[in-house]
């Protein structure tokens, strides 16, 4: 990848990015298959991915979303190739076809990252609440583990079923005169009125006794629709049997239990103190970022320094993008959004300018004081990072972050990181009195 940059205006740099002829194939392939999970085309094996788009985007169109997808793709490893971080994304200014075999070159304007000072970087006082277990807690905690190992047993009293109970069922079903396979078993633990079945089974199964059977008929939607879309519904005929209604036993925490459950520990007592002693560790951890978050957000009160306007509009240009996707993963549009009443656009809008600024003085001021202390990052460094984002997944998340391309992102995200972590250490820190974090 061949890349040339200079500046095109106040905080704005060109890049004109050139791909080699013999990267695009590959490139066109992996372009084309994010195109047609975007436009929701099932994959065929028997069609390459380009064409499988093309037929149904149409040529031009196709061409054109792949072009782009082809570029987006680039972005992130032209950025590491030069070391650039960059506020929001790129605006695409000109492209070339993307053909395989052939050059591929495009034109991009971004928004570096500025640099700023800041006028003190003595260390920050906080208040935060003591890393302490609550008095409750460790209880808490055990009852929970004794509810993990609970059990099932026939409820003594005599009575008929009630909607929430759970009940141990016998079933036959036929569907057309044939056996449903899946709706046929000799006990089932079935909770009533869970929407596992439809409502005319859990109805049935109301006001039966323990022994007792009935017969049942209900409908349940096939895999096939009707004209208007909706699925036909189908007969099922059930000969259900309640075998026990069922209440949950809790097994009492002693000696003997914790021995024969507990790997590692033989007495409630050893129960109490690894308990206290995991619950005292989840508490430091979680003053720990507490501490690194108000030591942030205590340097970014120091910030007094004017934000250029292109860094905002590619700020407020990202953090909309964002939302306008998260609203169509929601399955919902912003009209939709505003009419529940969260708030009106311009409300939304200076809401949005509001995140955005916070988390841009957030960044700016961690740059500043990394550059003041010196840092820089090494292998550990990057390790404590992608643990941070991905707990007990950090090969996993430095390998995504590289195969994208993202990996000089990722150095900045761990120089922030670690500045924090040393505003932290150094902050004089005072605890709050109370129940404390745990």
């Known amino acids: 990848m061949e890349i040339a940059t200079r500046e095109a205006g106040e905080g704005v740099l060109r890049m004109t990015v050139t791909i080699a002829a013999d990267e695009m194939a590959e490139r066109i392939r992996k372009a084309a298959i994010m195109v047609a999970f975007q436009s929701e085309i099932a994959p065929d094996p ?3 991915p380009q064409e499988a788009v093309e037929r149904k985007l149409g040529c031009d169109e196709a061409q054109a979303r792949i072009a782009e997808q082809v570029m987006k793709d680039a972005v992130p490893f032209a950025l590491t190739q030069e070391r650039i971080d960059i506020v929001g994304s790129p605006t695409f200014v000109s492209a070339h076809q993307a053909s395989a075999g052939k050059p591929f070159e495009f034109i991009m304007e971004c928004v570096p990252v500025p640099r700023f000072e800041l006028p003190s970087y003595a260390p920050v006082s906080i208040t935060v609440p003591p890393a302490r277990v609550a008095g409750d807690a460790v209880a808490e905690r055990i009852a929970a583990i004794a509810e993990q190992h609970a059990t099932w047993e026939a409820d003594s009293e005599k009575r008929p079923v009630r909607a929430g109970d759970v009940v141990e069922l016998s079933m036959e079903t036929e569907k057309n005169g044939e056996r449903v396979a899946g709706l046929c078993r000799k006990s089932n633990r079935y909770t009533v009125g ?3 079945m439809p409502d005319a089974f859990d109805e049935a199964v109301e006001g039966m006794e323990a022994g007792q059977s009935r017969e049942v008929v209900y409908e349940g939607s096939s895999f096939e629709t009707d004209g208007a879309g909706n699925p036909i519904m189908e007969e099922y005929r059930s000969r259900i049997t309640v075998k ?5 036993a809790v097994p009492a925490v002693s000696d003997s239990w914790v021995a024969a459950t507990v790997p590692g ?3 409630v007592a050893e129960l109490e103190a690894r308990v206290r002693g995991s619950l005292e560790e989840e508490a430091r951890s979680q003053q720990a ?4 978050f108000l030591a942030a957000s205590e340097l970014a009160k120091r910030f007094d320094a004017r934000i250029p306007d292109t860094v905002y509009e590619a700020a407020m240009d990202e953090a909309k993008r964002e939302f306008a996707a998260k609203l169509a993963e929601e399955d919902t549009t912003l009209e ?5 009443g969260n708030a009106d656009e311009q409300q939304l809008t200076v809401s949005l300018m509001m995140q955005v600024r916070e988390q841009l003085v957030h960044q700016f001021s961690l740059n500043a004081l990394a550059e003041h202390y010196g840092l820089s990052v090494d292998d550990s ?13 950090a090969m996993q998340a430095r390998l995504d972050f590289e195969r994208s391309g993202r990996l000089f992102a990722a150095q900045r995200a761990a120089l922030r990181l670690k500045a924090n972590r040393r505003l932290a250490a150094e902050a004089i820190i005072d605890e709050l009195d109370g129940e404390g974090i745990g």
Request: a neutral charge.
């Open 265 to 267: 520990c033989a007495t």
């Open 46 to 48: 028997a069609i390459a």
């Open 194 to 196: 869970s929407f596992a």
């Open 289 to 292: 970022k507490q501490v690194e």
């Open 381 to 393: 460094d990057m390790e404590a990072f992608f643990e941070s984002i991905a707990p007990g997944r």
């Open 336 to 340: 939709d959004f505003l009419a529940q």
């Open 244 to 248: 026990r209604i069922l209440k949950k």
